[in-house]
């Protein structure tokens, strides 16, 4: 069974850094473009930022909201996605969804999805 | 800020049918397909519709997407108490900031 496993949230003060980890099994997130989407308390779902495939040069893309401030990896060997996440907002406080596209086409939707890990920043 | 429009609520009796309506523009459900995620409560999302209105292994027929220019539309025939949830559209988006994977405002649905 697929499964993707975040792990890193927790609470941190307003310019801090947080780098939140995701561990996929049952699959090879090597073959998959890998994306964090997140959901504030109580609002809806919100795309963070897309790595693409080694094969693909590993090719990023973020939100405007991230840009600048979060950076997404992958380490294909360890099976693990990345975000580094700095100078934090508030208003990035939400639930982090690790999720996969493992069609790698932009036709076919996010298919794999984390249970989710809680970033709070706050003072 | 969303860039794909849907009703804030729908709801329904057991076995009605109920439908969610979502408004895009040219740069996302005019150019690319329509994905659609359930939501239940306190749980992740999970894609319910792919490429307009293809199921996944496991989705009951009871769910069907169409698409029609910079709009498209979820349908739940039947409807049934386990159905309540949360209801997001997504599209791709050639937006100007580059390009970047839009989710609708999303509907919650209530089983009366």
């Known amino acids: 069974e697929e499964q993707l496993v975040e792990s890193g949230g927790g609470l941190v003060k307003p310019g801090g850094s947080l780098r939140l980890s995701c561990a996929a099994s049952?699959?090879?997130?090597?073959?998959?473009?890998m994306i964090w989407v997140r959901q504030a308390p109580g609002k809806g779902l919100e795309w963070v930022g897309r790595i693409k495939m080694k094969i693909e040069g590993e090719t990023t893309d973020y939100a405007a909201p991230v840009k600048g401030r979060f950076t997404i990896s992958r380490d294909d060997s360890k099976n693990t996605l990345y975000v580094q996440m700095n100078s934090l907002k508030t208003e990035d406080t939400a639930v982090y969804y690790c999720?996969?596209?493992?069609?790698?086409?932009?036709?076919?939707?996010?298919?794999?999805w984390g249970q989710g890990t809680t970033v709070t920043v706050s003072s | 800020q969303s860039v794909l429009t849907q009703p804030p609520s729908a709801s329904g009796t057991p076995g009605q049918r109920v439908t969610i309506s979502c408004s895009g523009s040219s740069s996302n459900i005019g150019s690319y397909t329509v994905n659609w995620y359930q939501q239940l409560p306190g749980t992740a999302p999970k894609l319910l519709i792919y490429?307009?209105?293809r199921r996944p292994s496991g989705v009951p027929d009871r769910f069907s997407g169409s698409k029609s220019g910079t709009s498209a539309s979820l349908a739940i025939s039947g409807l049934q108490s386990e159905d309540e949830a949360d209801y997001y559209c997504?599209?791709?988006?050639?937006?100007?900031?580059?390009?970047?994977?839009?989710f609708g405002t999303g509907t919650e649905v209530t089983v009366l």
């Open positions: 490429s307009d209105n």
């Open positions: 049952g699959f090879s997130l090597s073959n998959a473009w």
């Open positions: 999720t996969a596209d493992r069609t790698v086409t932009t036709d076919y939707g996010i298919d794999v």
């Open positions: 997504a599209a791709w988006d050639d937006s100007l900031n580059g390009p970047g994977y839009v």
